[in-house]
């Protein structure tokens, strides 16, 4: 199953209905890449998971217009991609599958050590990774103790503490099932 954070053409949708209702041309215009059909999936799903809503003219010709739904509590992850859209860096660490992981955990100040032995599965390479990139986005503080040996202490900024719950809605968001199995063959 794929998740809101896991697909890039949904985050890139929501980022281009943030800036102004947009027909589906323009959203193919905007959005390189992303196919009709991939498009119109993803349309449905964030119009059934009340993200975004459709708009339809009922005159010659007929006009629809998508526009992003202001009650679906992801202001803070649309505001990021606002803010920091034309970077693919972007799309990469929201789509980690660490990155809800590593943000609950830096609530409280802890050290790279510290949080590779509390998320049991997560190499130090994959960790300093997404600190970079949480860092170059401002959602994480770094702070560095000048004692022997020097001591670098990472937490949550306040940047940060407003996108985790965000985040967390839209981990929740489904956007796709598992192929069913066909009990014929």
């Given at each position: 199953m794929k998740t809101l954070?896991?697909?890039k053409w949904a985050l890139q949708i929501l980022k281009?209905?943030?800036e102004g209702p947009k027909k589906p041309s323009e959203l193919l215009k905007n959005i390189p890449g992303i196919s009709n059909r991939v498009l119109y999936q993803r349309l449905k799903v964030l119009i059934d998971a009340d993200i975004i809503f459709k708009k339809s003219t009922s005159l010659y010709p007929l006009k629809t217009y998508y526009y992003l739904n202001k009650d679906n509590k992801l202001d803070e992850l649309i505001s990021l991609l606002l803010k920091f859209g034309d970077k693919k860096e972007i799309?990469?660490?929201l789509s980690?599958?660490?990155l809800i992981s590593i943000l609950q955990a830096l609530?409280?100040?802890?050290t790279p050590k510290e949080l590779l032995i509390n998320l049991n599965g997560l190499s130090q390479k994959v960790l300093f990774e997404n600190l970079k990139y949480l860092l170059k986005f401002g959602l994480v503080?770094?702070?560095v103790i000048s004692t022997i040996p020097v001591k670098v202490i990472y937490q949550l900024s306040?940047?940060?503490e407003k996108l985790l719950p965000a985040l967390?809605?839209?981990k929740s968001i489904i956007l796709s099932t598992q192929k069913r199995q066909n009990p014929d063959l």
């Open positions: 954070l896991e697909c281009n209905l943030a799309y990469k660490i980690s599958k660490w609530k409280t100040p802890c503080k770094r702070e306040e940047e940060g967390l809605k839209a």
